[in-house]
């Protein structure tokens, strides 16, 4: 669904608005038969994901954005060598000054309630680097569901940018200590490292991809994985959706792996 709405919006920016019915076959391009029990449930799954692209598909192009970037990724450096890494689904104009825009982001799954958009870090975060990274002001922040169509529009002040902030630097902090105290476990084991043997500090990208930040941890930092998901499921930012929602997981597991930490 996410690569289909990805397409239709790029031709839709390019100035071509794309019928349902090349829509549809976009649709069918991009399905992935994976993850369900059997037939049945997969022709209800696809069906249903058909009948939200085509409700989608008339409100945009009823009343189209003025999409200004698709997949916008950045880097945003913060303190205590600390980055934060990721990728905007949509940047749209929000009229007004030239640098005022709204970013969305789209979303496969159950609509969540509307407060929960006003205190979202993944929301914050969009914030904070469209400001710093990207010098713009984001006068909207937008979660769209594409199960009902709902848009869940909120926005960010100071106060709520710095304590998002905070979130991020104790949640690097933990990951720190926790492989701190791991490698303090070997330690017993191993004779300590001289400068010039010593392991160099390590870049950890935590990306909106599932499967791409397990490969990373695993190739870049093993100790890394056990540490991460520990924290992540105490602090409550990290959930499992059901099996059958496995093609969908990029959607739901950027919400809250943010930060990208240099480990020395």
Same mark, same amino acid.
């Given at each position: ?157 100071? =106060?709520? *940018?710095?304590?998002?902030? @905070?979130?991020?630097? /104790?949640?690097? #902090?933990?990951?720190? $200590?926790? %492989?701190?105290? +791991? ?28 499967? =791409?930040? *397990?490969?990373?941890?695993? @190739?870049?930092?093993? /100790?890394?994985? #056990?540490?991460?998901? $520990?924290? %992540?499921?105490? +602090? ?29």
């Amino acid at each position: 669904m996410h690569n289909t709405v990805r397409r239709f919006m790029d031709q839709l920016r390019k100035g071509v608005r794309l019928p349902w019915d090349d829509l549809a076959r976009l649709y069918e391009a991009e399905w992935k038969s994976a993850g369900f029990e059997d037939d049945y449930q997969e022709e209800g799954y696809k069906n249903d994901g058909l009948d939200q692209l085509r409700a989608f598909h008339h409100s945009i192009l009823e009343n189209p954005p003025h999409v200004l970037e698709l997949e916008k990724g950045f880097e945003l450096p913060l303190e205590n060598d600390v980055v934060l890494t990721g990728r905007m689904d949509q940047i749209n104009s929000a009229g007004g000054g030239k640098k005022d825009v709204e970013i969305v982001d789209y979303k496969t799954g159950k609509p969540k309630k509307p407060a929960d958009a006003k205190k979202d870090i993944q929301l914050s975060i969009y914030s904070l680097a469209a400001k710093e990274i990207l010098e713009l002001n984001p006068m909207r922040l937008v979660f769209h569901y594409l199960q009902n169509n709902e848009r869940q529009e909120t926005a960010r002040d100071s =106060k709520q *940018l710095d304590e998002a902030q @905070k979130i991020v630097q /104790e949640v690097a #902090s933990e990951i720190r $200590a926790a %492989l701190s105290r +791991r490698s303090q476990g070997h330690s017993s084991a191993k004779a300590a490292p001289t400068s010039q043997s010593a392991p160099r500090t390590k870049r950890i990208w935590l990306t909106r991809n599932r499967n =791409k930040v *397990l490969h990373t941890i695993k @190739k870049g930092a093993p /100790e890394l994985r #056990s540490a991460l998901v $520990a924290i %992540l499921v105490s +602090r409550g930012y990290f959930f499992f959706p059901p099996f059958f929602m496995s093609s969908f997981l990029a959607f739901f597991f950027i919400a809250y792996l943010l930060a990208v930490c240099w480990l020395g």
